[in-house]
């Protein structure tokens, strides 16, 4: 596993970049990430580059034996964007404008925003796409991070012809997501608002199907504005692209499958104590394109650091990058010190010196042992997680039961757990945990019925394809139920209370060709996940 670091060239003096570098060198780092919020630093004025700062930072890393990673900068607009065109700013829940001065005030559905974004990405490409001391490039930063849904006149042209395009007819919406129900019938695509939340004097929410819309719509805007940077820097360059997503328990509101399915690497950002997450989101990025994956930031002020890394490495991390390696002396972001390598005085804090140690060690000694594969296999379905927490008479914190009760209940630090986002990946597990999937996908119940055929073992929850994929409820059993567990029963909706409130953990279990499907109750605590999933792998 190689080591790199945030570094802000922008921010810190030339004069210092020699000595940062060469204590990066003496600590075993061997490349920067720069670049990410330096928008108005390359283009301070529209259409008037400056790139004399990030050429010499470049050569003087490259002079001390550091590559690049280098980022693009459209994360944070600079400030002639945002005056000259307004529709750039994002709108809040409260209908208040977020104003310039934070990060991700950025409309994804504006058209300004994307045409000038896509172009300070291509003077980038044409620039260094080539340059051999720039190993890879990230895309933007943590997308979907500040602002998650953007609830603007601009965002809400782009809805309405996210749905026409999705529907084709107004009929069709109206009859799928039965919205008779209290007369909301449209007569046309431009009728229908965003699910703003609802000031009344009893609690009241938008249409549950209107909410998960948006939230796929939120979703694919913030997956579509990464691969047109994507195919951009295609063009200019052979390196690695990838960008770094964030972790779920700050929202798992863009999907992860679609994000990187245009990248050539997973990246990630983590900042956890919790030896379990951070597995978690290890096994995760390797799983997703099965390959290794890069940490894009991770924070060093951890007083497990070392053992930590260990971890990652036995996981699969290729590069992994450490946030950050001076402390900012001003900004948003300058009571973060404890996650720095340097004070601001230029000194090494504690991180530098663990860094620095671990770093030795690596070098002198044999790699540790590669987790084995458990042969384990968690499912998760984003627009699940979003359905349950839209829900307000049945609201559930899907990433932390997935993650705290079913991932946390079968981790190992010496086996890796595979973290599946998409139907095609259920065949490469031989226990199959599937917590929470409310929601009914064919292709996946395809894939579930010939996983079990074909010997292996299903534990899901006893909420299993209860809705269809626009969040309304289905009125006859599923095919996975009447093949895989002989159920004819037209009361199936009917018996949804009585499963949760069994006392008994298994609430159904039948062997189907050459292997099983076992239903258990929503709330399967951790402990009866761990013994489900060995006996699953023991079978």
Known sequence: MKLATAYYPDYHPQAEWSRDFRLMREAGIECIRIAEFAWAKMEPEEGVYDWEWLDDSIRAA????????LCTPTATPPIWLTER????????????????????????????????????????????????????????????GETKYDYGDVSKKGFQAYLEAEFGDINALNERW???????????????????????????????????????????????????????????????????AFMFNWGDNVDWAKLFDCSDVVGIDIYSSDEAEIAFYADAC??????????????????????EMDLMRS?????????????????????????????????????????KRWADVRDVSPPPPRAQDSGIGVYYDFECAWTYEISKADPVD?????????????????STVSVLFEPAAVSGVRTLLLPLQILHDDALEEALIAFVQGGGHLVATSDLFRRNRDNVYLSRVPAIFREVLGWQDSRFMDDVPELMASPIPVLAERAYGRGRMTIVRRDLDLEGWASLAKAGVQA
């Open 398 to 414: 899907y990433f932390k039961y997935v993650h705290r009760t079913v991932y946390a209940g079968v981790y190992s630090k010496t």
């Open 62 to 69: 490259e002079a001390h034996g550091l590559s690049v990673i």
């Open 315 to 355: 996981r699969g991390c290729e590069w992994f990058s450490l946030f950050k390696f001076r402390v900012f002396p001003w900004g948003q972001e300058q009571e973060t010190a404890k996650g720095a390598m340097l004070a601001v005085t230029g000194d090494p804090l504690p991180g530098y010196g663990a860094v």
């Open 85 to 144: 065109y307004p529709d750039v700013l994002p709108v809040g829940k409260n209908g208040r404008t977020i104003v310039h001065g934070a990060r991700q005030q950025r409309c994804y559905s504006s058209d300004h925003y994307k045409h000038y974004s896509l172009r300070i990405v291509e003077e980038m490409g044409k620039r260094y796409g080539a340059d051999p001391a720039v190993i890879g490039w990230q895309i933007d930063n943590e997308f979907g």
């Open 178 to 244: 039965g919205t008779a129900f209290w007369s909301q019938t449209y007569r046309r695509f431009d009728q229908i608002q965003l699910p703003a939340p609802i000031d009344c004097d009893v609690m009241m929410w938008p249409h549950p199907s209107l909410e998960l819309a948006f939230r796929r719509f939120s979703s694919k805007v913030m997956t579509d504005f990464h691969r047109s940077q994507v195919e951009t820097l295609r063009r200019y360059t052979k390196a690695p692209i990838t960008t770094n």
């Open 286 to 307: 390797r799983s997703l394109l099965n390959r290794p994956f890069w940490v894009m930031e991770y924070g060093t002020g951890s007083a497990a650091l070392p053992a």
